[in-house]
Nanobody, 121 residues
Framework: QVQLVESGGGLVQPGGSLRLSCVAS????????MGWYRQAPGKQRDMVAI???????DYADSVKGRFTISRDNAKNTVYLQMNNLKPDDTAVYYC???????????????WGQGTQVTVSS
């Protein structure tokens, strides 16, 4: 089984920074995409940033210029560097990955358990 484990969430002041990490472990043949989604109370889960094949990236308009996604392919780890955080960034952040567990299996979508990010003045 594949497991995604996030870390790095917490409480930060507006204008501060956090770096989230997500490590994929278990049966992994290849990873095609990893990314971050977030969900605030009363809102839908939205894509924040995604990196495809370890190169191509996409960001939500609300975080462009402030957040940076990166991936360490050797460690099966994706990072989200969050700078100049705003109260509206407060949400549960979920790690996402599209993974082929074995050469003879289909790709599957996997989700982490979520990590809370709170930006408060």
């Amino acid at each position: 089984q594949v497991q995604l484990v996030e870390s790095g969430g917490g409480l930060v002041q507006p204008g501060g920074s956090l770096r989230l990490s997500c490590v994929a472990s278990g049966s992994i043949f290849s990873i095609y995409a990893m990314g971050w989604y977030r969900q605030a109370p009363g809102k839908q889960r939205d894509m924040v940033a995604i990196i495809i094949n370890g190169a191509t990236t996409d960001y939500a308009d609300s975080v462009k210029g402030r957040f940076t996604i990166s991936r360490d392919n050797a460690k099966n780890t994706v990072y989200l560097q969050m700078n100049n955080l705003k109260p509206d960034d407060t949400a549960v952040y979920y790690c996402y990955a599209m993974i082929r567990p074995n050469p003879n299996t289909a790709r599957n979508n996997y989700w982490g358990q979520g990590t809370q990010v709170t930006v408060s003045s």
